[in-house]
């Protein structure tokens, strides 16, 4: 059929495009205008051959009534004027042909608009297709950059750690190099040494004073 070369050209065109380029998102969208385009189209063809199967359906109801009153016309005055029923006759047939001819495009008018209907729900479902497969591509295209941002992370940590390193090697280096503790630092260390070293030996002389007055109480 048509819509499904139609659309399986659209599909093709689309699946190339993708390959081809990098935003795939705009290209799948544009794929999908022309699809909706189409619809769209095929849709206001059905509601155009509606309107057509309306107005035949209301011709040969008017054409039928005026079959009938040609008939009762021909009737009433076949006795009183023979001639005039006879031209009343003649205008029953030429309805009748009307009629006749009408009928055959209600019935192609009605058998396009159940092709356009046939026509109208492939390509509605189609267009389905195109837009859940391009909502269902750029869910999983939008998981693997957050997968792929995040399997970067664990390497930057590690850029980050390594960089870190070399900046304190280096501090300490040029404070090596330079000379980081300065004479007032030296002495005021010194200073702090010598009270510590002093409660220290304070603390083991008062244990071992206490030692001793325990045992002088025991003898």
Known sequence: MKIKRIFASLSAQMDTLVSNME?????AECAIADARQYTAKLNA????NVARVEQFARQL???DK???????????CVSADQEKALRCVQAM???????????????????LETELREHLQIAEQKLLDLQHKKA?????????????DVSCEPALAKDTESLFLRWEEKVIADEYSHGFSSDCDAGLNAS????????????????????????????
């Open 61 to 63: 109801e008017s054409i």
């Open 23 to 27: 935003n795939h998102e705009a290209v």
């Open 93 to 111: 047939k030429n309805c009748e042909r009307q009629r006749d001819h009408l009928l055959g495009q209600l019935s192609h008018t009605q058998s």
């Open 66 to 76: 005026q079959i009938s009153q040609w008939q009762e016309r021909a009737k009433r």
């Open 136 to 148: 269902s591509l750029a869910a999983r295209d939008a998981r693997n950059h957050v997968i792929r």
């Open 45 to 48: 063809q059905l509601k155009l």
């Open 192 to 219: 702090f040494n010598a009270e510590e070293n002093r409660e220290a030996l304070q603390a083991e002389l008062e244990a071992l004073m206490r030692e001793d007055n325990a045992i002088s109480k025991e003898v």
